[in-house]
């Protein structure tokens, strides 16, 4: 009996869901296909119908990933956008957060096509700054790009250190720092 129309398309977005939250929880290297697709309630004999290769499944899952956007421009959207990804619940939730905060070391380590894949991820989010900024869609502003560093490398260094305390202070600086980025147009 053949599958529903449909079912490919399901499954593989399944599988993507479930890599993705598997990945940004505990890396490329330690997760397995197996630990993928059971994570994805399947089993491994139906991955390669879907993709050539852990690699491949990887990018795929970088190419797959969104950066949700306030519909508004301004400081004040901006800076929201900012207090959303520098949060505690951001920070405590990396499964389900953004890639740039939990993959950026191995990814620096990973092949051209995975490198490719969040080269793209990031100009997305660095895009969706700029839109914010309410500048031109068509180029990166260093605007952007600084907004970003600062964002992505605060969650990285409040979930790393031991002291919640300094972790929640960390957060908090991070969110300042957006605000003194800001060019005057903004600000």
Do not use: W
């Amino acid at each position: 009996m053949p599958y529903p129309a449909g079912h490919k398309e399901k499954s593989r977005a399944k599988i993507l869901g479930a890599a993705r939250e598997v990945f940004k929880k505990e890396g490329f290297e330690s997760v397995t296909i197996d630990e993928v697709m059971g994570a994805a309630g399947m089993t491994r004999g139906g991955f390669y119908a879907h993709f050539k290769s852990k690699g491949d499944l990887i990018a795929q899952t970088l190419l797959s990933e969104t950066v949700e956007s306030p519909g508004e421009t301004g400081q004040d959207e901006l800076l929201g956008f900012a207090a959303t990804f520098m949060s505690a619940n951001h920070r405590d939730k990396p499964a389900t957060g953004c890639p740039a905060t939990a993959l950026s070391e191995e990814i620096a380590r990973s092949d051209a096509e995975t490198r490719t894949a969040y080269t793209e991820y990031v100009g997305h989010l660095a895009a969706t700054i700029d839109a914010l900024l309410g500048n031109d869609a068509g180029k990166l502003s260093d605007d952007a790009l600084a907004i970003m560093a600062q964002m992505v490398g605060t969650v990285q260094i409040a979930r790393a250190v031991s002291d919640p305390m300094l972790s929640t202070r960390l957060l908090k600086a991070g969110r300042q720092a957006v605000e003194y980025l800001l060019p005057p147009e903004v600000a």
